[in-house]
């Protein structure tokens, strides 16, 4: 494999083309559940695991992906990942109950772990000059971006145009192209082989514990906090972690040796990562029912509502962080961008029951595009304490604590709002100053969160050496 940039560029857009197929997937079916519910028999609760499925395997596997990414081979790692969702794709558009299709779900998650877990140790290894790194990590952050923006509007037209099974079929085109330019656009690279981490039993420890801790979180909605279901299966989860930990401490081929935490970028671009996601929650999921609930927006209305937010995060990944994160450097990059989110949930605090969109919404909206320089930046901060052979590793972590910080944020702002509604609705308020209070509630929390991941990334982190060749880098960079 030539490493010349033309061929890395192409390797790029492979990356992001199964970045935007793993996106798309996680949005596109919300829009499509109430269709699959009739057509299959779905009970409500029952409903909730199209989306569970997916995330308790995609969560759970992610670390261990992306170890056996370094020993087995990156490369080998994704290909496997992608033909493993794109026949999973098939069983679910073909699913005709229930069973069938959260069978198939779960099978996407494992494709998506094994091929997401490896995508950023892949893309650092291509790119090894600061700003060409920093371009291709916006170019990523852009595509994860567009694809949450579009998914919504995406799994609409499909639905009523075709049905709600081609969101699923719709992935074997991707799926097969992807497989097949990545044969031929990815490095191929030996990894270290099992025998240097062939570690089974920190990998069941470390995958039952998270896919446990998981869904202990995702059912937290129902159960309650304090419930039995809850504080039992959440204490085992934690057992499980901390015996991975002791195992890994002392396993002679551990399969996360934990030299990866000396690291004060890797350790703290993880924590501001689930810190931040947490909050975003609020931003992507409340603020739309705050729209459609309270506002009475329609679907359509609340996405094209939301949609300068969706412009305003993909135009900075894409054209404005790479330039900034090469000039000042990450970290300082990272503070304004979470600065910016700190006002965008400041801000939300505040919408009345009757809002304004001009003055009440469009400023988040503009706002919320601090999260286009968080994104790129906590990449590059997260990914730049990783040797070449822990950047699978690395990967998989930063996209574990990804997937945490979401579900984390699922259950607790939504459980907090929840409670929030009851207790005014309770009082006597009515159904839309109740509905107010209980989104105001996670908004704050949010605020809260942002100002714990502000603070933990101007202590713990710290930027990168700059690039020694910068001439080389600008030759480089020049024709594109």
């Known amino acids: 494999m030539s490493n010349t940039a033309p061929s890395r560029w192409l390797a790029l857009m492979v990356l992001s083309a199964a970045m935007l ?7 596109i079916v919300t829009v499509a559940m109430p269709a699959i519910q009739r057509d299959l028999g779905f009970s409500p609760a029952g409903l909730s695991w ?62 998506s772990a094994m091929a997401s877990a490896v995508v950023l140790g892949i893309l650092v290894t291509l790119f090894t000059v600061a700003r060409e790194r920093a371009k291709a990590i916006g170019v990523f952050s852009f595509t994860g971006a567009a694809g949450a923006a579009i998914g919504q509007v995406l799994g609409g037209v499909i639905t009523d145009a ?20 990545a044969i031929w656009a990815l490095p191929g690279e030996r990894g270290a082989g099992l025998a240097a981490g062939a570690d089974v039993i920190g990998a069941a420890l470390v995958t039952s514990g998270l896919m446990l801790g998981i869904y202990t979180v995702v059912k937290i909605e129902q159960y309650g906090w304090l419930a039995a279901h809850t504080l039992g299966l959440g204490a085992v989860s934690l057992a499980l972690l901390a015996a991975f930990v002791v195992r890994q401490a002392t396993a002679r081929t551990p399969l996360m ?33 705050y729209m459609q609930k309270v506002l009475g927006y329609t679907a359509l209305e609340t996405g094209l509502a939301m949609l ?23 970290r300082p990059v ?42 790129p930046a906590l990449t590059t901060l997260g990914m730049s304490g990783a040797k070449a052979d822990d950047a699978g590793l690395a990967s998989g972590l930063f996209n574990t604590t990804q997937q945490v910080g979401m579900a984390i944020g699922v259950a607790v702002l939504s459980t907090l709002a929840a409670s929030r509604t009851e207790e ?57």
């Open 21 to 27: 197929m793993t996106v798309l997937d996680g949005s």
């Open 50 to 111: 199209i989306v569970n499925a997916y995330g308790i395997a995609f969560g759970g596997l992610l670390l261990l992906a992306g170890r056996l990414g370094d020993l087995i081979g990156r490369k080998t790692m994704f290909l496997a990942g992608n033909a493993v969702f794109t026949a999973a794709s098939l069983l679910a558009g073909a699913a005709t109950g229930p069973g069938m299709l959260i069978g198939a779900r779960f099978l996407q998650g494992i494709g």
């Open 162 to 181: 075709l049905s709600w099974h081609w969101i699923f079929f719709i992935n074997l085109p991707i799926g097969l192209a992807t497989i097949g330019l």
């Open 257 to 289: 040796p934990l030299r990866i935490f000396h690291s004060r970028n890797v350790s703290g671009a993880n924590v501001v990562q689930m810190l931040a996601l947490s909050a975003m929650f609020s931003f992507q999921i409340i603020v739309a029912l």
């Open 308 to 330: 300068p937010a969706a412009v305003a995060i993909g135009g900075i990944s894409l054209f404005v962080s790479a330039r900034l994160n090469t000039r000042f450097g990450e």
């Open 334 to 375: 990272l503070l304004v961008g979470l600065a910016l989110l700190l006002g965008a949930m400041g801000w939300l605090t505040r919408v009345p029951v009757t809002a304004d969109y001009v003055t009440d919404l469009l400023p988040v909206m503009l706002l919320i595009a601090g999260g286009g320089l968080v994104l």
């Open 424 to 480: 005014l609705l309770s009082a006597g308020r009515s159904q839309a100053v109740a509905l107010t209070g209980g989104y105001t509630v996670a908004f704050t929390i949010s605020a809260a969160l942002l100002v714990a991941a502000f603070i933990v990334a101007l202590t713990v982190l710290r930027q990168p050496k700059p690039d020694p060749t910068p001439k080389e880098d600008e030759a480089l960079l020049s024709p594109a």
